[in-house]
C-alpha cells in the first residue's frame, strides 16, 4: 500500500538530547514537510524539500534539523536547542510543492 | 503573510444535525483542501477544489470553492458520532512563483448521540 510511515509513534526524550523522528514515503512524491502541532493548535511549518538534497525553513524552523538524501526519506532532527520540544510532529508529502498533501500518522514527543 | 480565517472554532451538536464550517481569506487561492483529524492522528484528505465555484461532495460532505477564490465552506449532513474530530481547511496561493500551502486553526466538532 502506498503511503507515508512516520516512526515511531510515541517518543520520550531527556533534556539535552537530540533526538530524530523518521518519515518515510512510497507515493514517488517530490515534497515533503514537517510540521508541529501543539494542543488545540493548527498545523505549524517546520521544514519543507522539494527534491532530494535541497531543503527549506519553514516558520518555526529554529532548533529543529532536516535532511533529504533520498526521495523517500526525510528525517527530522529535533535538537537541544529547541527550548520547548514536547509537541506532535506531523510528516507530509505531496506531488508537488503545496499541492494536495498527504500525512502521516505523527509521532508524539515528551521531553522528560 | 497569508492568513486563514476558519470558523467556527468549536461546535457541539447532535447526532442527525447538519453542520457548516468555514474558511475565509483576504487573499486569492488557487486551490481549497479540507482534512479531517481525530484524536492521535494525521490529517486526511476529504475534499480537494481547483475551480472558483466548484462544489464537490464525499459522501455526506459537501465543499464549495468560493466564487471571488477567498473562501471555501465545508458542509456535513445528518452528522453520526464518528464525525468527531478536527476539521481543517487548507489554501494554495502563488507566492515568487510558487504554491504555497497554509492551513487554518482547524474547527473542532463534538457530536452527541
Known amino acids: 500500500d502506498g503511503g507515508i510511515t512516520q516512526s515511531p509513534k510515541y517518543l520520550f526524550r531527556k533534556e539535552g538530547q537530540n533526538v530524530t523522528l523518521s518519515c518515510e514515503q512510497n507515493l514517488n512524491h517530490d515534497a515533503m514537510y514537517w510540521y508541529r502541532q501543539d494542543p488545540g493548535q493548527g498545523l505549524r511549518l517546520i521544514y519543507y524539500?522539494?527534491?532530494?538534497?535541497?531543503?527549506q525553513k519553514g516558520d518555526i524552523a529554529e532548533g529543529y534539523s532536516v535532511s533529504r538524501e533520498k526521495k523517500e526519506s526525510f528525517p527530522l532532527t529535533v535538537t537541544s536547542a529547541q527550548k520547548n520540544p514536547t509537541a506532535f510532529y506531523l510528516c507530509a508529502s505531496s506531488m508537488i510543492r503545496d499541492t494536495e498533501a498527504f500525512f502521516g500518522q505523527g509521532t508524539r514527543l515528551t521531553v522528560v | 503573510g497569508q492568513q486563514l480565517n476558519q470558523s467556527p472554532q468549536s461546535m457541539f451538536i447532535q447526532e442527525g444535525e447538519d453542520v457548516s464550517m468555514n474558511c475565509t481569506s483576504s487573499s486569492i487561492f488557487n486551490t481549497w483542501l479540507w482534512y479531517k483529524q481525530e484524536p492521535g492522528e494525521g490529517p486526511v484528505l476529504l475534499i480537494a477544489l481547483y475551480k472558483a465555484g466548484e462544489l464537490t461532495s464525499n459522501g455526506r460532505l459537501t465543499a464549495q470553492f468560493g466564487i471571488t477564490r477567498k473562501d471555501s465552506f465545508l458542509n456535513i449532513s445528518a452528522s453520526i458520532p464518528s464525525d468527531v474530530g478536527i476539521y481543517f481547511c487548507a489554501g494554495s496561493y502563488l507566492s515568487g512563483g510558487y504554491n504555497k500551502l497554509i492551513f487554518g486553526a482547524g474547527t473542532r466538532l463534538a457530536v452527541h448521540p
Open positions: 524539500s522539494q527534491i532530494v538534497n535541497d531543503f
